[in-house]
């Protein structure tokens, strides 16, 4: 018996591959990329645009850095919404007068109309315990050799003459703001191995008669050094630094507090 061979059935036609999805992931790839780097680009300029704008401002010296940080998301977003929601700008080794120190200015809801009030702006300045050997001279009555910080004071050392005596004094002085200068109030003494209360040591029957030059407030004023925008809000001791925080919240930065100085009482 025979069996007759019979052609195997055309196989089925193999299903075309769809291309389109891979080629349309591979574009939004290169759209995604494309606007990472527009808003790299887009992100530099507004850095370095505020940097020149803050240097400007602040009078910082030439050739001192100036570091700029936009936060609040993607710039090209935050150009369409009309303003930058955070900036944080910072000069190290910044000069206030006679002062020296790290200022960190922050401000968020800066619109691009800078006639338009910014919503918040505050300024950080930090001050190391030994660059306030500049100002020793206006801290006491008395001379000061040198200036360390002992949180919450700001310890003036010197020495004052007693019954024919030179002796070492130490005053710890509290520091606030009054008036928009630095405010310097002697709060404690230290003689010798001894702290003193202020107010102990006006009531003393040696020491009392000193208190007239020792105990009295003494101010340094930097206004005339910061833009009249600027309000001391804040001093005090943490850590190792003075630290002097000033507000300038709705305040327009193309308005005339950025442009003029502050002033100090005559």
């Known amino acids: 018996m025979t069996v ?33 780097a527009v808003d790299a680009l887009a992100r530099g300029f507004a850095e370095g645009l505020i940097a020149d704008q803050a240097a400007d401002v602040l009078d910082v010296p030439a050739g001192t850095p100036v570091d700029v940080s936009i936060g609040g998301g993607p710039v090209l977003i935050q150009l369409v919404s009309g303003s930058l929601e955070h900036v944080d700008v910072q000069v190290e080794g910044y000069a206030v007068g006679p002062l020296a120190g790290d200022l960190t200015l922050t401000a968020e809801g800066i619109p691009f109309d800078l006639t338009a009030p910014t919503r918040s702006l505050t300024v950080r300045y930090d001050v190391a315990g030994e660059a306030l050997g500049a100002i020793s001279g206006s801290l006491s009555g008395v001379p000061i050799d040198s200036v360390t910080l002992e949180e919450p004071e700001v310890v003036a050392n010197g020495s004052v003459s007693l019954l024919g005596l030179t002796l070492p004094l130490g005053l710890g002085l509290t520091p606030a703001a009054v008036d928009g200068a630095l405010a310097f109030t002697p709060t404690s003494a230290r003689i010798g191995d001894a702290t003193i209360e202020a107010s102990a040591l006006a009531s003393d029957p040696i020491w009392g008669g000193l208190a007239g030059t020792v105990l009295q407030q003494q101010t340094v004023c930097i206004a005339d050094q910061l833009p009249a925008a600027l309000t001391m809000t804040t001093v005090e001791v943490v850590g190792d630094v003075l630290r002097i925080e000033f507000d300038g919240s709705g305040q327009a930065l193309d308005g005339g507090g950025f442009t003029t100085r502050g002033s100090c009482p005559a």
């Open 4 to 36: 007759s061979a019979h052609p195997a059935p055309d196989a089925l036609p193999r299903r075309k591959r769809r291309v389109w999805p891979w080629v349309l992931g591979g574009f939004l790839v290169l759209v995604v990329v494309a606007l990472v």
